[in-house]
Nanobody
């Protein structure tokens, strides 16, 4: 089992930036990738980005491509989501999650989840 704890959320004006962190612990050797998801009120949870635990290959949803960057610090077992040019529609609770599967973006394929961190973008 893998434990994940997000931090870094907050309130920011449109056009601003935030960096989210996801501290990962436990059986990290069993992980294939860490993903970021978000869920806005009244909407389904959606995929944002993922990064392969070994090698660092990344993949992004079209809605955030060019604005968000996912990275990791292996020494600290921490994954980051740098969010730039934020828009009001980016407002959501952001979650990080772990998967043992390659190339997946569906939330059902991620077995371990953090508690989430709120990001609010004002217009």
């Amino acid at each position: 089992q893998v434990q994940l704890v997000e931090s870094g959320g907050g309130l920011v004006q449109a056009g601003g930036s935030l960096r989210l962190s996801c501290a990962v612990s436990g059986r990290t050797f069993s992980m294939y990738a860490t993903g970021w998801f978000r869920q806005a009120p009244g909407k389904q949870r959606e995929f944002v980005a993922r990064i392969r635990w070994s090698g660092g290959v990344t993949y992004y949803a079209d809605a955030v491509k060019g604005r968000f960057t996912v990275s990791k610090d292996n020494a600290k077992n921490t994954v980051f989501l740098q969010m730039n040019s934020l828009k009001p529609e980016d407002t959501a609770v952001y979650y990080c999650a772990a998967t043992k599967l390659a190339g997946v973006t569906g939330s059902v394929s991620y077995s371990d989840w953090g508690q989430g961190t709120q990001v609010t973008v004002s217009s």
